[in-house]
């Protein structure tokens, strides 16, 4: 039984991902221990359970390594099946949930990455992407309370942690959250009031200073 | 539960290897279906109706709805029509499929398209890549999760194998194209008699486009890709040698 065996997660307290893994754990509230990695010096556990990227996170369940955010949070939903599903019940809706999480990966956070990582003249087409990705979510989100309807669900998990970092990418990309994406401003203060959300997103003042500090070393300033 | 498999529609393009997915998965749980082929460079309506936000083949229609992205059209059907499941049951089981083929898709096949579309030094590092990535997916064949099987999904094609058996054709075009050594069996046994065994599949047979075709494709993309790069080259020869 899923319970018995034992939980790790393997994280680091900045990035979006784990803040997936951590909301879908504290939605299903399973226990686990709460590993936080050293990104200049990662364990040995964690090179051996993610060899392919060596990267955060990683869920070890018994032993068994699972990586990538999006594909932890299915696991932990089929994992514990009987409690608080992350995703709808019908195949087409699953479908819808996936393309969307898929797209907050690639349009959002990839995007979002590049507007903070690199100067003003290098981030090219990425504002563009990253502002017409908010325009398109807030299109689907449309007057719904969560993305899944009524019920919070995966592609909010998959979105939600761009509450802890729009500030950093507001400052970097030169656009304000408020008014590029209102709707998505007021669902992301929705989400906040769940517990499962405000204990797992940081404090996005920290965030932004370990940008700035990170920009700071790679001669960004 | 099973529906009927009433009007289900595919839209794709027939070099495509994410359409070549849909189709085989289809194939493999006996569903018929209408196909309309759709022309890379001008998306049909019905095309930029079902897919607006990428524009793009494959798309799947059903039940007066479309599903896009492949692995996410390769789930629907499964979950839709449960027979021959092409998804192992168990949690971890199915995560380790998924990490894979988000792997195919974000490594590997970005990998091999740059063999295609680049030359010179840049080439070399993306042959070098693609050789890179190639040894964990042996490694996983060979002593990983993945050890002992015949297929990635156990004695018959599951939907990794379908993911990445679909793409993995461009390896053998693309070496003979490009005069690349990409999949040698010696460096990678395991992989290539997996691919071997995949294409000898009758469904398998029926979906993926005759290599001649194929080849003919590739080499038409080439040549136009090169004589792009020539006369944006010429062109500045040109404006060098009036100024100079």
Known sequence: MAETKELVLLNYWVSPYGMRCRIALAEKRVEYEHKEEDMMEKSPLLLQSNPVHKKIPVLVHGGKPVCESLVIVQYVDEAWPDRAPLLPVDAYGRAQARFWADFVDKKIFECGTKLWRLKKEAQGEAKKEFTEGLKLLEGELGEKKYFGGDAFGFVDIALVPLMAWFRTYESFGGFIAETEAPKLVAWGKRCMERESVAMSLPDPDKVYELACLIRKMFGLE | ?244
């Not at chain 2, 607006?52 to 059209?73: F, N, Q, T």
């Not at chain 2, 038409?220 to 009036?242: D, P, T």
């Open chain 2, 1 to 244: 539960m099973d529906q009927p498999p009433s009007s289900v529609k595919l839209l794709g393009s027939w070099a495509d290897s994410h359409t070549h997915r849909v189709q085989l998965a289809l194939k493999l749980k006996g569903l018929e279906f209408e196909y309309q082929e759709e022309d890379f460079i001008n998306p049909s309506p019905a095309l930029l109706l079902h897919n607006p936000v990428y524009k793009k083949v494959p798309a799947l229609l059903h039940g007066g709805r479309s599903i896009v992205e492949s692995v996410v059209i390769l789930q629907y059907i499964d979950e839709t029509w449960t027979d021959n499941p092409i998804m192992p049951a168990d949690p971890f089981e199915r995560a380790v499929i998924r990490f894979w083929c988000h792997f195919t898709d974000d490594k590997l096949a970005p990998a091999v398209g740059l063999v295609f579309s680049s030359s010179g030094e840049g080439q070399k590092a993306a042959v070098d890549q693609v050789h890179e990535n190639l040894k964990l997916l042996e490694r996983e064949l060979k002593d990983g999760a993945f050890k002992g099987r015949r297929f990635f999904g156990g004695d018959k094609i599951g939907l990794l194998d379908i993911v990445l058996g679909c793409g993995s054709y461009w390896l053998a075009v693309f070496e003979e194209v490009m005069e690349v050594k990409l999949i040698d069996p010696e460096s990678f046994p395991v992989f290539h008699a997996w691919l071997r065994d995949f294409e000898e599949q009758q469904e398998v047979k029926e979906t993926i486009p005759a290599i001649d075709r194929l080849l003919e494709y590739a080499r038409g993309i080439r040549q136009m890709m090169l004589s792009l790069s020539n006369s944006s080259s010429s062109s500045i020869n040109n404006a060098a040698a009036s100024s100079g």
